[in-house]
């Protein structure tokens, strides 16, 4: 399918960790930007980090030193590692390419952080 699909979130009490995953059958998945993106209940959708064909990465200020972006291209996947999460971080998390694509936007997985 050309859309992305995200799996690996749930529930996480503050200070955990998850690792998200995110895969396409689009098989020039090694040439594209990648980003992550979320979007909190009542916020718009805010970009998170990006990870270039390159392997140059970016993050939000949010972010910053505690996610980490990365990719295996001989599986067509894009992980978000996330470390020492926040309740702020609860949101809907997206990947698409960066700068996103419209039509392949997926359904998202969903991250809650709370104890």
């Known amino acids: 399918q050309a859309q992305f699909v995200e799996s690996g979130g749930g529930l996480v009490q503050p200070g955990g960790s998850l690792t998200l995953s995110c895969t396409t059958s689009?098989?020039?998945?090694?040439?594209?930007?990648m980003g992550w993106y979320r979007q909190a209940p009542g916020k718009e959708r805010e970009w998170v980090a990006k990870?270039?064909?390159?392997?140059?990465?970016t993050y939000a200020d949010a972010v910053k030193g505690r996610f980490t972006i990365s990719r295996d291209n001989t599986r067509t996947t894009a992980f978000l590692q996330m470390n020492g999460l926040k309740p702020e971080d609860t949101a809907v998390y997206y990947c698409?390419?960066?700068?996103?694509?419209?039509?392949?936007w997926g359904q998202g997985t969903q991250v809650t952080v709370s104890s």
């Open positions: 698409n390419e960066d700068p996103p694509r419209t039509a392949y």
């Open positions: 689009r098989t020039r998945f090694r040439f594209y930007s």
């Open positions: 990870g270039t064909d390159g392997g140059r990465t």
